[in-house]
C-alpha cells in the first residue's frame, strides 16, 4: 500500500501546488493528513515518525531490563510506568504515521529488515541500577530538548502527538534525576556508580541530536518544511548549557576536560561526540544492535498468532455482512 501511494503521489508534483504548498507552511498553517502535500514532505515525515515510534519502543528494552530488579518496591512502580509511557508513546506516533498512508506492520517491517532506523542510544547497555537514573535524566532529557519544539510542527497529528508525550517525558526526566539525586548523596560506592553512569551515558546523549549541521543530510529541507524547528547543533548546545549545572549540583564531573561557560556568551564550550562511533552505531555495530533487533524480531514473530486471529476474524466478520446484504 505505502509503494503504491509513493509511486501515485509522485506523479501530482506541480510547481504551483508546491509554491501554495510552501506559502501555507510560512504562514504556520498546520498540514492535515487529506491535505496535498510534496512526495519529499511525506517521505521525510514518515521517516522521521516511524523512527521516532521504533525508538520509543526500543527504548523499553535496557530499561524493561531494571524492572525486576529495582531496589525497592516504589522505584519498580516508578519504572513500571515509565516504560508503559514509552509504549504509549510508541502507539501514538505509528498512528500519526499511519495517517500518511503506511500501515503499522510496514513501520515494522521497516525497522525488523534495516530500512528504517532508531535512535542510537538504545544500542547501549545499562549496566547497574544508577544507568536508569542516566537514562532519565540525559536520554530523556535529550528527547525532551528534541521533542518539546515538535509540539509547533508543521504536520497536525505528529504535533498534536507530542503534546502528552512532552508532558510524560518531564516526568522521566525527574524520576532519573531523582535517581542521580539519591545515588550522589548515598554511599562512596553509590556516588561512584552515578559518576560512572554519567561517563558512560554523557557522549552517546549528545549524539541524540544527529550529526552536526554541516553533516546532517536532511535538515535543511526539515526545517524549511517546519517538520524540523531548531538545527541538530542548536539543541545540542541547549542541551549541554541546561544540563551541566545540574550535574554541578549533583556533585558529579561532567566527562569533558575541555567544558568551560564562556562568560561572554552564556554557553559553554564542550567537546564533540566521536562521531565515528555514531555512525558505526548506525550500520548495527554498537554494543547492543544485534540484540535489540533479535528483541524486536522474536517480539514480532512471537505475536504472529494474535494478528493472524484478528485478520480471520475481520475477514469472518466482513463475510457475514455481505452474505446478510
Same mark, same amino acid.
Given at each position: 500500500m505505502y509503494a503504491q501511494m509513493i509511486k501515485s503521489e509522485a506523479s501530482r508534483e506541480d510547481p504551483e501546488k508546491l509554491a501554495a504548498f510552501q506559502a501555507r507552511i510560512d504562514a504556520g498553517d498546520k498540514i492535515e493528513p487529506k491535505d496535498w502535500m510534496p512526495l519529499g514532505y511525506r517521505k521525510t515525515l514518515i521517516r522521521q515518525i516511524g523512527q521516532h515510534a521504533h525508538s520509543e519502543i526500543v527504548g523499553q528494552l535496557p530499561e524493561g531490563n531494571w524492572i525486576t530488579r529495582a531496589p525497592t518496591l516504589e522505584r519498580k512502580a516508578i519504572l513500571l510506568a515509565k516504560v508503559q509511557d514509552e509504549a504509549g508513546h510508541g502507539l501514538y506516533l505509528y498512528c500519526a504515521a499511519e495517517t500518511l498512508g503506511v500501515t503499522r506492520d510496514e513501520l515494522t517491517e521497516m525497522l525488523l529488515d534495516g530500512r528504517m532506523k532508531y535512535s542510537?542510544?538504545?544500542?547501549?547497555?545499562? $549496566?547497574?541500577?544508577? *544507568?536508569?537514573?542516566? @537514562? #532519565?535524566? $540525559? &536520554?530523556?532529557?535529550?528527547?525532551?530538548?528534541?521533542?518539546?519544539?515538535? %509540539?509547533?510542527t508543521s504536520f497536525g497529528p505528529y504535533s498534536r502527538a507530542m503534546i502528552r508525550i512532552c508532558k510524560e517525558e518531564s516526568f522521566h526526566q525527574r524520576q532519573g534525576y531523582d535517581i542521580m539525586m539519591k545515588m550522589a548523596a548515598g554511599t562512596p560506592a553509590q556516588k561512584k556508580m552515578a559518576q560512572d553512569a554519567l561517563n558512560r551515558f554523557w557522549y552517546p546523549s549528545l549524539m541524540m541530536f544527529g550529526p552536526s549541521d554541516k553533516e546532517s543530510? +536532511? =535538515?535543511?529541507? =526539515?526545517?524549511?518544511?517546519?517538520? !524540523?524547528?531548531?538545527?541538530?547543533?542548536? $539543541?545540542?548546545? !541547549?542541551? @549541554?548549557? %541546561?544540563? &551541566?549545572? %545540574?550535574? +554541578?549540583? $549533583?556533585?558529579?564531573?561532567?566527562?569533558?576536560?575541555?567544558?568551560?561557560?564562556?562568560?561572554?556568551?552564556?554557553?559553554?564550550?564542550?567537546? %564533540?561526540?566521536?562521531?565515528?562511533?555514531?555512525?558505526? @552505531?548506525? !550500520?548495527?555495530? #554498537?554494543?547492543?544492535?544485534?540484540?535489540?533487533?533479535?528483541?524486536?524480531? !522474536?517480539?514480532? *514473530?512471537?505475536g504472529k498468532w494474535v494478528r493472524d486471529g484478528l485478520l480471520a476474524h475481520a475477514d469472518k466478520k466482513a463475510a457475514r455482512k455481505v452474505a446478510a446484504e
Open positions: 542510537s542510544i538504545f544500542n547501549y547497555p545499562t $549496566l547497574t541500577w544508577a *544507568d536508569m537514573g542516566a @537514562v #532519565g535524566w $540525559l &536520554v530523556d532529557g535529550a528527547a525532551i530538548m528534541n521533542q518539546v519544539p515538535l %509540539q509547533r543530510v +536532511h =535538515s535543511e529541507q =526539515s526545517m524549511a518544511w517546519k517538520i !524540523k524547528m531548531n538545527t541538530n547543533d542548536e $539543541l545540542r548546545q !541547549k542541551f @549541554v548549557d %541546561q544540563t &551541566v549545572p %545540574q550535574a +554541578h549540583y $549533583l556533585g558529579l564531573t561532567v566527562p569533558d576536560e575541555h567544558l568551560k561557560l564562556d562568560e561572554e556568551t552564556g554557553h559553554y564550550a564542550f567537546s %564533540q561526540p566521536d562521531w565515528s562511533e555514531f555512525f558505526d @552505531v548506525l !550500520k548495527g555495530n #554498537g554494543p547492543c544492535n544485534r540484540e535489540r533487533l533479535a528483541a524486536r524480531n !522474536k517480539a514480532w *514473530d512471537d
